[in-house]
């Protein structure tokens, strides 16, 4: 079956720093692959998908991120982070006829002024 | 275009209480999810049916847990009777057919059970 692990419980950065989020994934195949963000109280909103091409996908709020598929990774990067970017944030996966979707366990964010 | 709507948003019942959940999904959507989600752990799949037939419902605790979706449209997901355990936040999502990335939530029902 498959998984999906992320490393890092809570993760904080100052605000205008960089941040990356790692997630880690173990399937077969090339899965589909999502990074969700959650605020306090909200549901999950979608941030960006991986499902073929260019290993480097664009998503919105100024987010990308990088499949690489020796490690199975697809890890989540910004270059700079704003106060309203504090969430916790949840990698997935998609595999199965009826694409299904797995999640990591979560990072929260936390962003220092 | 109207979203995934859920209710109610909070529910509060005792142990060995029962308790219903509603979702309508996107109108057009034919596949329909429900996920647990307890505290600090991400979303699980309890059940995900495509129109009204249940696609797996593998990890639906199915002593206590049962959902339908009788006109393929709108869904009910029922505890009967609640543990401490289920204290979660359960989410509705829908999409289109086998159409993953077509996937929303819904804002969740929040229940404790005490």
């Known amino acids: 079956a498959q998984s999906v692990t992320q490393p890092d419980i809570h993760i904080t950065v100052s605000e205008g720093a960089s941040l990356e989020l790692r997630c880690n994934y173990s399937?077969?195949?090339?899965?589909?692959l999502f990074w969700y963000v959650q605020s306090p109280g909200q549901g999950l909103q979608l941030l960006l998908k991986?499902?073929?091409?260019?290993?480097l996908v664009q998503g919105i709020k100024g987010f990308e991120a990088e499949f690489k598929r020796s490690q199975s990774s697809f890890n989540l990067r910004k270059p700079s982070v704003h106060w309203s970017d504090a969430a916790e944030y949840f990698c997935?996966?998609?595999?199965?006829?009826?694409?299904?979707?797995?999640f990591g366990g979560g990072t929260r964010l936390m962003v220092k002024p | 275009e109207a979203g995934v709507a859920q209710s109610p948003r909070y529910k509060i019942i005792e142990k060995r209480q029962s308790v219903a959940f509603w979702c309508n999904p996107i109108?057009?959507?034919?596949?329909l999810y429900w996920y647990q989600q307890i505290l600090g752990q991400g979303p699980k799949l309890l059940i995900q049916?495509?129109?009204?037939?249940?696609?797996?419902d593998s990890q639906l605790p199915k002593d206590r847990f049962s959902a339908e979706r009788l006109k393929g449209v709108d869904s009910t997901l029922k505890i009967q009777p609640a543990k401490l355990e289920d204290s979660a936040v359960y989410l509705c999502?829908?999409?289109?057919?086998?159409?993953?990335?077509?996937?929303?939530f819904g804002p969740g029902t929040r229940l404790l059970v005490l």
């Open positions: 999502a829908s999409s289109l057919v086998n159409r993953v990335e077509t996937q929303y």
């Open positions: 399937y077969g195949a090339t899965p589909y």
């Open positions: 991986y499902f073929s091409g260019d290993t």
């Open positions: 997935a996966v998609g595999v199965g006829a009826g694409n299904m979707l797995t």
């Open positions: 109108s057009g959507h034919a596949t």
């Open positions: 049916f495509q129109n009204n037939g249940v696609v797996d």
